[in-house]
């Protein structure tokens, strides 16, 4: 994936404008005496559909019509890509299916069907999502659109980095939860080739062992996903394309936190900023104040921004 650069991100940027909306910042001094530096949150959780998943969605579906294929999309995912492709395709007038985990939270199965998209269920397993949407997709002629893996995905989500970079231009890192991985390489690709002495960090819950994967390549193999209350990243590898990028660019910044951490950021986030997000969204804030207790406000002072990146979650849901 060398060849993917800022310049993508930025026309992926100026493609989706019209579809997606410009989310707010919030701060907080009590946040910032824990952490010891300045924090911004970007709201991705008030994104379309909930979550920054909306603008890979909208650049994708974008450039397929574009391109005259309109048979309609499909995709695998547990909740918040399927939601963004589903109002990325009615926003284009196309049709969307979407293979969804037996296990995936209601509310995320709602909204994708709000949007009108068609819901097939298969087994909690990565290898069940991409069998059944290969073979569905194969039987229609749809096109697959990925949750992570495609540097079209990639490109539009990084969109979020040149909001970020434009409403505060003096960052100096940027946190955000990895899953696929498709956010962190778009993020991190426009920063660092933009400005390269931002640190972009990357955090995720016990037991992913991302700093290893990147390493050596070998993920774990007694597990297909992790159990965390982080739903939206439980898959335990980044994809092929992003790979490269989080190798390049992120090998040495990646922090890891429990789920007793991830419990306490989201119930700061939701008492604080009085922003009701979802249990994904603490874990980069989780990694910012471990990191402030660890290694002693390692980034004290400095100005630091906190991808909230989704605001999807079961009315049961409380952080306690």
């Keep these: 994936m060398s060849d993917f650069t800022a310049k993508e991100v930025v026309e992926a940027a100026e493609r989706i404008k019209n579809v997606v909306h410009k989310t707010p910042i919030f701060t907080s001094e009590t946040i910032d005496r824990f952490a010891g530096c300045h924090v911004f949150f970007k709201g991705e959780h008030l994104q379309k559909t909930g979550s920054f998943k909306a603008r890979g969605a909208c650049n994708a579906v974008q450039l397929l019509k574009e391109a005259g294929k309109t048979n309609g999309v499909i995709t695998h995912s547990s909740g918040n890509h399927g939601q963004g492709l589903s109002y990325a395709a009615r926003a284009a007038g196309l049709p969307c299916t979407v293979v969804v985990p037996r296990t995936a939270p209601p509310s995320k199965l709602e909204g994708m069907k709000a949007y009108g998209a068609e819901i097939i269920l298969c087994e909690p397993t990565m290898k069940s999502r991409e069998e059944t949407c290969e073979k569905v997709a194969t039987e229609r002629g749809l096109t697959i659109v990925p949750p992570f893996d495609d540097q079209v995905i990639m490109a539009g989500q990084g969109t979020a980095a040149v909001e970020l970079l434009d409403e505060l231009p003096n960052l100096d890192a940027v946190f ?12 991190a690709t426009y920063i660092k080739q933009t400005k390269p002495n931002v640190q972009v960090y990357l955090v995720e819950p016990n037991g992913k062992g991302l700093h290893i994967y990147l390493e050596n390549g070998q993920i774990r193999g007694d597990l297909d996903s992790l159990n965390t209350i982080a739903d939206g990243i439980r898959v335990l590898r980044v ?3 992003p790979y490269p990028i989080l190798q390049k660019y992120c090998k040495d910044t990646i922090l890891t936190v429990g789920e007793e951490e991830i419990k306490e950021a989201v119930a700061l986030i939701w008492t604080r900023l009085k922003q009701r997000v979802e249990p994904t969204a603490g874990v980069p804030l989780a990694g910012l104040l471990k990191m402030a207790k660890e290694v ?6 400095k100005n630091v921004a906190i991808i909230l990146c989704g605001g999807n979650c079961d009315l049961t849901f409380l952080p306690l």
Excluded: D, I, S, T
Aim: avoid cysteine.
């Design 176 to 187: 955000l939860a990895v899953g696929g991985g498709g956010l962190a390489a778009g993020m």
């Design 239 to 241: 994809g092929a394309n």
């Design 296 to 301: 002693g406000f390692a980034l004290k002072g």
